[in-house]
């Protein structure tokens, strides 16, 4: 089993610190061990979740990878590279579908789960589902375990009021709000790089599937 090395942690906190195109250039090297490094943990990570959700089965590691370069073409933040390893399983913007996603990085590590910045049409057949059929969502999002690890949904560029199309009464009101459908679990260091990692954050991931599920009904 693959598992992240307390080096690749290193390299992520020293590119914290030397945020610039010449001190990477030198530690090119460095980058690549990593880069390498989260690849074949990611394809192992992949293939322990395709155990509970097999379209997983159809990524590799390497295609899941962001790249670390920022387009800093609108961002008035000019460090040319991200702080971060980061790896959409099936999730990223403007997605049709709810997935999942990882993102190392020193002391603000975190896994995620479920639709974000969808496309308006895309945001209207959710706040639909959760409207028409309110309890099962809140069985989902209320079950013990779910709730232990994720206990409330992003709040984010949330509405003040409900959306048109909806009763102002609706008793789903503050998640038809919702901008995005999206839970987060904060994770430590040593739980990255822990040598049972892959299996133990699939077990995180695994209770989002119903969620998932769920966003995804209307597209199926």
């Given at each position: 089993?693959n598992?992240i090395k307390?080096e690749?942690?290193?390299f ?11 001190w ?10 990593s880069?390498?490094?989260v ?6 990570l ?13 990524i590799?590691?390497?295609?899941s ?14 460090s ?5 390893f ?19 990085e ?12 969808p496309e308006s049409s895309v945001l209207k ?5 959760i ?10 999002i209320?079950?013990?375990e779910?709730k ?5 949904l992003?709040?984010?560029?949330k509405?003040?009021?409900?959306p048109?199309?909806f009763?102002k009464?609706d ?7 919702l901008k995005?459908?999206?839970v987060?679990?904060s ?8 040598k049972n990692?892959?299996?133990n ?10 969620f ?8 199926q």
């Amino acid at each position: 089993m693959n598992s992240i090395k307390p080096e690749t942690l290193k390299f992520l906190t020293d590119l914290a610190l030397n945020n610039n195109r010449e001190w990477f250039n030198e530690n090119k090297a460095v980058y690549t061990e990593s880069q390498e490094n989260v690849i074949a943990f990611l394809d192992s990570l992949i293939k322990e979740m395709s155990g509970f959700d097999e379209e997983l089965g159809k990524i590799d590691g390497k295609k899941s990878l962001f790249r670390i370069y920022r387009d800093t073409r609108f961002s008035k933040d000019k460090s040319p590279y991200k702080t971060n390893f980061g790896a959409s399983l099936g999730m990223g913007k403007g997605s049709q579908k709810g997935g999942y996603y990882l993102h190392m990085e020193p002391g603000k590590s975190f896994l995620a789960g479920g639709i974000y910045m969808p496309e308006s049409s895309v945001l209207k057949e959710v706040r639909k589902e959760i409207s028409l059929y309110g309890d099962d969502f809140l069985k989902i999002i209320n079950n013990k375990e779910f709730k232990k690890h994720f206990p409330e949904l992003d709040q984010d560029d949330k509405l003040k009021k409900v959306p048109q199309g909806f009763e102002k009464e609706d008793p789903m009101g503050e998640y038809l709000k919702l901008k995005n459908f999206i839970v987060v679990y904060s994770l430590k260091d040593e739980e990255i790089l822990d040598k049972n990692a892959a299996k133990n954050l699939t077990k995180v991931f695994k209770l989002m599937k119903p969620f998932n599920d769920f966003l995804n009904t209307p597209f199926q």
